[in-house]
C-alpha cells in the first residue's frame, strides 16, 4: 500500500483548481474573441458598402451601368488589399448598376440596413445590405464566413498557445514551488533525526507561523515524556536503593533460622523477618503511592468534600494504630469547611499525617488534629509532643527520604507534599504548641465558602 504523500495531496489540490481555471479563461477569451472577430468582420462589410456607395454617388447611373463589372473593379481598388467581397448595386428600379458577385441575385429590400447570413454553393456568406442616404441605390456586400473563422484561429492560435505551454508547465512548477514550501517541515524532521542523544527544540525562530502550532504541541508532548521517563528512573533507583537495606537484613535473618538449631533463636529471627517483610510492603506501597499521585496532572475525581467529616473518619480508624504507643488524639473541627478535591487521595495524605505524628510524638503522648478555616484556605493541623523537626528539614519538607528519625522510610511527607501540591495547596512545618511538631495542610476552599 503506497503511503500518502502530503506533497502530492497538495499537488492535486493546487493543481486541479488551476487547471479548471485556466479552462474557463479559454473558453472565456475564445468566446470573446469569437464575439469581437464577427463584430469587426461585420464593421469591414459596413465600410465597404460605405466606401462604395460614397463612390457611386459621384458618378451617373447610366455611366455606371454601361461600365457594368469594371465599376466594380475600380471600387474594389480603392479597399485595403486583402480578400474582396461579393458587390452588387442596383438602383430603385432593380437595375444592377455594378455586379462582382457569384451570388444568387437578391430582391430589393426596404427595411433598414441589416446583416444576414445564407448558404450557397455549400459554403456560408455574411451578407450586408442597405440603400443610400438618400434612397437612390440598393448595396449588397457579401463575405465568406471561412475569411472570419481564419482570422478567429489566428488570434485564437496567439492567445492560447502560449496558454497551453504555461499549462504544460504548471505541474512542474507546482512541485517546485511546494517543495520550496514544505522545506521547514523537512527542517524540522532534520532537528529531530540529527539531536538523538537529547530533546530538540522544535519551535524556533526561522519555524513558519503555521507550523508554530504543531511544533508548540510537538515539544510539550516531548516535554511530558521527558517528565515522565525521569520520574519513572526516579522511582526505579529509589526502589532499588531503598529496598537493598531491608532485603539484606530478611536474607540474613532467613539464613540465621535455617542454620540455627535452637527452636527460640530460630523464632526470633523469623519474627524479625516478619518484620521485616512488614516494613518491605509498606515501603512498596508508599512508593507505588508516590509515584502514582506525581504521575498525576488533574484530579480525575474532584468534587466537594466536608473536611472535617474525612478528617474524622481518619482519626477514628488511627485510634487503633495509637493505642499500642499509649498516644491519645483529639479532634477540634469546623465542620463547615468544604474542599474540592478527590476524596481518595485526601484521606491517603491525612492518614499520613496522623501516623506520622503517631510515629515521631513521645510514648505516651498526645496528638492533636485541627480542621479549620483561615484567610480563604481550609487547614488540617497536625500537632504532636515529640521531639519536634530541625528547621533545615522543615525547610527540605516534602523530600523523599528525608527522615527525622531512624524509623520510617520517609517517604510520608512526601506523598502528603504531592497531594497538596496537585490540589493547588501547600504543606508546611512549624513549632507545635505542644512542643513537638506542627505539620499544617492547607488547601483552597470552594469558592462559595469563602
Given amino acids: 500500500m503506497r503511503r500518502p504523500s502530503l506533497q502530492r495531496r497538495l499537488l492535486w489540490f493546487v493543481g486541479l483548481p488551476v487547471v479548471a481555471l485556466w479552462i474557463g479563461a479559454g473558453l472565456w477569451l475564445a468566446q470573446g474573441a469569437r464575439h469581437e472577430t464577427a463584430e469587426m468582420f461585420d464593421r469591414e462589410l459596413e465600410r465597404t458598402g460605405a466606401s462604395v456607395l460614397a463612390v457611386i454617388a459621384s458618378v451617373p447611373d447610366a455611366a455606371l451601368a454601361a ?10 481598388e480603392h479597399e485595403d488589399e486583402g480578400p474582396r467581397p461579393e458587390i452588387v448595386v442596383r438602383d430603385r428600379s432593380g437595375r444592377v448598376l455594378l455586379d462582382a458577385s457569384s451570388l444568387p441575385p437578391l430582391e430589393l429590400d426596404e427595411a433598414t440596413a441589416h446583416f444576414h447570413s445564407m448558404t450557397h454553393a455549400g459554403e456560408t456568406w455574411r451578407v450586408y445590405q442597405r440603400w443610400d442616404a438618400s434612397g437612390r441605390h440598393w448595396i449588397q456586400v457579401a463575405a465568406p464566413l471561412h475569411d472570419r473563422d481564419e482570422l478567429l484561429s489566428a488570434l485564437l492560435r496567439g492567445t492560447l498557445l502560449p496558454l497551453l505551454a504555461l499549462l504544460l508547465l504548471l505541474p512542474l512548477a507546482t512541485w517546485l514551488g511546494l517543495r520550496g514550501g514544505l522545506a521547514p517541515l523537512r527542517s524540522v524532521s532534520r532537528a529531530i533525526d540529527a539531536q538523538p542523544a537529547r ?11 503555521e507550523l508554530l502550532q504543531l511544533t508548540r504541541a510537538v ?3 516531548v ?6 521517563l525521569a520520574r519513572e528512573r526516579r522511582f526505579t533507583a529509589d526502589a532499588a536503593h531503598e529496598l537493598r537495606h531491608p532485603l539484606s537484613v530478611l536474607q540474613l535473618e532467613l539464613d540465621l533460622a535455617g542454620e540455627t538449631a535452637d527452636a527460640a533463636s530460630r523464632a526470633q529471627h523469623l519474627q524479625r523477618a516478619g518484620e521485616g517483610l ?27 468534600l466536608p473536611l472535617a467529616a474525612l478528617v474524622r473518619t481518619a482519626v477514628a480508624e488511627a485510634g487503633e494504630r495509637a493505642i499500642p504507643r499509649d498516644v491519645a488524639l483529639s479532634l477540634a473541627a469546623d465542620g463547615d469547611v468544604v474542599v474540592l478535591g478527590s476524596a481518595g487521595l485526601l484521606d491517603i495524605a491525612v492518614h499520613n499525617l ?8 513521645r510514648t505516651p503522648g498526645c496528638v492533636d488534629i485541627g480542621v479549620r478555616a483561615e484567610g480563604g484556605m481550609a487547614e488540617v493541623n497536625i500537632d504532636d509532643n515529640g521531639p519536634g523537626m530541625p528547621a533545615d528539614q522543615a525547610r527540605r519538607l516534602g523530600e523523599r527520604f528525608l527522615r527525622s528519625s531512624g524509623s520510617g ?17 501547600v504543606l508546611a ?11 499544617t495542610l492547607r488547601l483552597p476552599l470552594q469558592a462559595h465558602h469563602r
Fill in 354 to 361: 496522623i501516623d506520622n505524628a503517631i510515629a515521631h510524638g
Fill in 219 to 221: 515539544d510539550a508532548l
Fill in 67 to 76: 461600365r457594368g463589372d469594371g465599376a466594380a473593379i475600380a471600387v474594389a
Fill in 278 to 304: 512488614q516494613r518491605m510492603e509498606r515501603l512498596v506501597t508508599q512508593l507505588l503511592t508516590l509515584a502514582r499521585v506525581e504521575s498525576l496532572e488533574a484530579l480525575p475525581d474532584a468534587a466537594a
Fill in 223 to 228: 516535554a511530558k515524556l521527558d517528565t515522565a
Fill in 409 to 425: 522510610s520517609g517517604l510520608g511527607l512526601s506523598i502528603v507534599h504531592a497531594i497538596a501540591t496537585l490540589h493547588g495547596g
Fill in 429 to 439: 512545618a512549624e513549632r507545635s504548641p505542644l512542643g513537638g511538631a506542627r505539620i
Fill in 199 to 209: 530533546t530538540p527544540t522544535l519551535t524556533r525562530a526561522d519555524v513558519p507561523a
